[in-house]
């Protein structure tokens, strides 16, 4: 099965909506979610990501190297560098799929910090920004569909050091502005990026790895429309090499998909609700995806899913992962 991305622009006013949050059992992800709760107010604040008044300096002397670590200490995801480039293979190991994300400008600014004997200790706030250029594409099909990105990152995350270790929880805010343009067809690359489009973000990462990010968004569709959500992942660690990332949309779970040292491994499934009487346009367009109907909190969804061994797809049901 080939399985190509939806590409979903967001776009987050001052306005709070009222969503209906996902049920949870696992004590973790409850423990994001009220996090959340607490600190939405916080994020939709008109001032929260403007710069600061007075320049801040370091406290102590700082190498880069060790500004990006202390950096990547709060992130629930490492702040990126350099550039990268990923090629996606299916079952044949033809490339498929293509990403290229280049990251310049990054700044790390110490909003607050203490240094104890040449290192950073205690409560630690930062504001890092950065540019990215992110390109998407697909090769050998016959309808390639190029979309490519610019974004300004600014973060705001807390947390406390100790030892030069996390201890307790960290929490970020993240401000995204992208510009967007997809090319369909060669003669597309003089086409102009979209007005700017704006995404706002809260993160939480604990000392043992678990992660969570919350979206609140106004999704425009490529296919038109409009829907207001609450995007909602959970990543978990499992053991030292296997983790597993739960997302939800509203109160409807959408995926669930486990790790292996960061890479797709095992059966990725996923979930779309309110979507019975297309059971049988599903299996004609993507017997692949082994679709079925199934009830989770007394809601229906169609199931879906897809093989993973550590990154490359593979043509096989049952899903059957070596760990």
Known sequence: MKKLGTVILTSVSSITFAFDYPKLSN?????????????????????????????????????????????????????AIEDKSNTRKDADNIPSKETII?????????MKA????????????LRTEYDSLLEQYTKNTSNNVRFISKIHNTTLSTGMIKDDKLVGTAKSFSKFITYLKIETSPNDGNKQFSDPIITLEVKYKDNIGNMASF?????????????QNLRSTFTLVIDKNHTQKITYKN?????IE???NGLPHGDQLGYLVGMDDKINLIQAEMPSSHPKLVTINSTNYIETHLCMHEGVEVDQFPCVAKN
């Open 215 to 227: 979206t609140e968004e106004t999704g425009f569709y490529i296919a038109g429309g409009e829907t």
């Open 102 to 110: 280049i990251n310049k400008n990054v700044q790390i600014i110490p």
């Open 258 to 260: 486990p790790f292996k």
């Open 251 to 255: 109160n409807h779970i959408s995926s």
């Open 27 to 79: 004590p973790t992800q409850q423990k994001f979610l009220e996090l959340y709760i607490k600190d939405r107010n916080d994020l939709v604040k008109e001032d929260l990501f403007a710069p600061s008044i007075t320049k801040q300096e370091w406290p102590c002397p700082i190498s880069q190297k060790e500004q990006n670590r202390l950096a990547n200490l709060l992130l629930s995801k490492p702040l």
């Open 114 to 125: 203490e240094c104890v004997n040449g290192k950073i200790m205690g409560e630690v706030e």
